[in-house]
């Protein structure tokens, strides 16, 4: 008899500490979630590139975890000059202005030239052929506007919690932004879409 | 009045002149004759906000079922089903991101770093299976948790572990837990998502090393069931030990144990405590004893490993990119080639004093924190310790609620049938 009392004491005494732990746990996820939820933000980050910062060091063909990357090259058609010697087609050392392939900067052959007007050129970007090693980029911020950018394409990133190219950016280029404005073009009208 | 239009002009063109300083415009651009319009940059929208809200919304419906049937139906058929869908949806739906696991990071990151606002549906990822946790014991990782979901169907051939075995390979997930901490709090890394070995699987893509390693895994989880979850989950030790005091929990019996002993090898994970003998009393001034030396062995445990931790500072901090690019610049090797890093720090135009300065910071940063984590470490060390010295008494077979991952298997072993009143 005595035994079974004790048990039972025993039993809600363990059960007390039990709900005060329990209460306390409560309460602290609470406060955790409280303290973030004061400067939480009920849109969604999204990973992306500063233009500003890139070095088109390669990195961002080879560290997505997609292949091909989800970061390609974009042309921000309002910087363009309309080149004819395109800094971003050709490669340095083109003599002549054709179309041949090994003239091309591009290793895929993504970026398409097209005749606007005499003297001047508009150039379009395969995304389905990019893969974003930045080669286009480079040529045309050393040689021209600056109007090829990366950036990571939202239809094809998988917003990974920690973006595998973020982390190995040489440039620590990349930021979460929020998803209301998530490109980040440099130039002249990176306020305006255009 | 001619003064102020001429600062403005000056204001406008400089401020000009910095937006600028990237795009250089070379070549303006033509005005074109024949009516050509120029296409407008493309820049497709992300993932709709509405996805995030679903993910919410089925992480708690998820929850919900699996308890009901754990706690409620007691039915490992349904719970089977369940990870099958959760595999589906948070698995290959959501390619793996967000999950609870990984979300300990990004509450870690934003709780040390107030710039970085973080998601409410990430909060809501992180809190949500804790507090269903505290209730209800480990139903989140009984099917609902993808990674948990795609080891558990590849439990076939369950070989049992000697106890021992499990309590030292128990003691990796906290040191996993602690180093994740630490590199989150420290914006370094992101090292439980880096090393995800299932994520691959999802996404269906990924480095060959990761493949291998998620396949070894699932592999070796025909025989060690769950070897993540068991042996590396940091997530899973915080699970572990909220459960530890839940309000309710999966039983085996539906009513009373009559210690048949049919449960007894049921249990995958070795989570089924067995009844134990009454031992003689033990004499109390043996009890004195054990508990006077355990209130010195603990405290001391905890300052050895702050300690060590602290002398290992610099070795965790050398992860840090920061801290790497700051050892490039002390020592430079002037017969290669600048790194991409260093090119890269060369032309933001950051000046190198400062950037020390920054990484002493973050130093030091490691510093306390290899303190703290000796000192948890320590002190979980010696809390295993004691839990192995400590004599529990126990008549029946019960899952161990700290283990036990609630998938229901031992259920169907038990011959009680529930009291029909
Ligand atoms: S990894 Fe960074 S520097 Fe390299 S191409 Fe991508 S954004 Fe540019
Ligand atoms: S050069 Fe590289 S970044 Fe530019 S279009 Fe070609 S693949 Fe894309
Ligand atoms: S977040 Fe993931 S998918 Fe998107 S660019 Fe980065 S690595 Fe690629
Ligand atoms: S232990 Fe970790 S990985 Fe396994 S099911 Fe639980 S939360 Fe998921």
Known sequence: MESSDNKKSKISRREFINSSVRFSIVLGIGAIGGRLLTRSHARQMVWQLDTSKCIQCGRCATNCVKTPSAVKCVHVYSMCGYCDLCGGYFRPETKELTTAAENQLCPTSAIRRKFVEDPFFQYDIDEKLCIGCGKCVKGCGAFGNGSLQLQVRHDLCDNCNECAIARDCPAGAFSRVSSDSPYLFSGFDSKKKG | ?421
């Open chain 2, 1 to 421: 009045m001619k003064k102020t239009v001429a600062y403005t002009v000056l204001i406008f063109i400089i401020s000009l002149q910095l937006y600028n300083s990237f795009a250089v415009q070379r070549f303006p651009k033509p005005e074109f004759e024949s009516g050509y319009i120029q296409p407008p940059t493309s820049t497709p929208d992300p993932r709709s906000e509405a996805f995030a809200i679903l993910d919410v919304v089925v992480l708690i419906a998820t929850l919900s079922v699996v308890t009901w049937m754990v706690l409620k139906k007691r039915n490992r058929n349904g719970v089977f089903w369940i990870s099958i869908f959760s595999i589906a949806y948070f698995g290959f739906f959501c390619e793996g991101c967000i999950c609870a696991v990984g979300s300990v990071q990004n509450v870690t990151y934003a709780l040390f770093n107030p710039v970085y606002s973080i998601p409410i549906t990430v909060i809501a990822f992180f809190a949500i299976p804790i507090i269903f946790t505290v209730f209800f014991g480990r139903t989140f990782c009984a099917g609902v948790c993808p990674l948990g979901a795609i080891q558990d169907i590849f439990v076939l051939r369950p070989v049992t572990l000697k106890s021992w075995l499990l309590k030292v390979l128990g003691l990796i997930p906290f040191i996993y837990l602690g180093l994740s901490i630490l590199y989150a709090a420290t914006s370094t890394d992101f090292i439980i998502c880096r090393y995800d070995p299932f994520v691959g699987f999802f996404r269906l893509n990924a480095s060959f090393t990761m493949f291998m390693l998620g396949g070894i895994f699932l592999l070796l989880g025909v025989f060690i069931a769950r070897p993540y979850c068991r042996f590396l989950c940091p997530y899973g030790v915080i699970l572990n030990l909220v459960s530890r005091v839940s309000k309710k929990h999966l039983t085996i019996t539906p009513a009373k144990c009559i210690q048949c002993k049919l449960c007894e090898n049921s249990c995958p994970f070795g989570a089924i405590d067995k009844p134990v003998q009454v031992k003689e009393k033990e004499e109390s001034h043996k009890a004195v004893r054990r508990i006077m030396l355990l209130t010195i062995i603990i405290p001391l445990l905890v300052l050895i490993g702050g300690y060590v931790g602290s002398r290992f500072h610099e070795n965790l901090a050398r992860v840090n990119h920061n801290v790497q690019l700051a050892q490039i610049l002390l020592n430079p090797n002037n017969t290669q080639p600048d790194s991409f890093e260093v090119t890269a720090f060369k032309s933001s135009g950051k000046s190198t004093e400062e950037f020390f300065k920054e990484t002493a910071l973050i130093v030091n940063k490691f510093y306390i924190g290899g303190w703290i984590l000796g000192g948890f470490l320590g002190l979980v060390f010696g809390l295993t310790l004691t839990s192995l010295s400590i004599f529990k008494y126990q008549e029946d077979y019960t899952p161990n609620k700290g283990t036990c991952l609630s998938c229901a298997r031992c259920i169907d072993f038990c011959p009680v049938k529930e009291d029909e009143r």
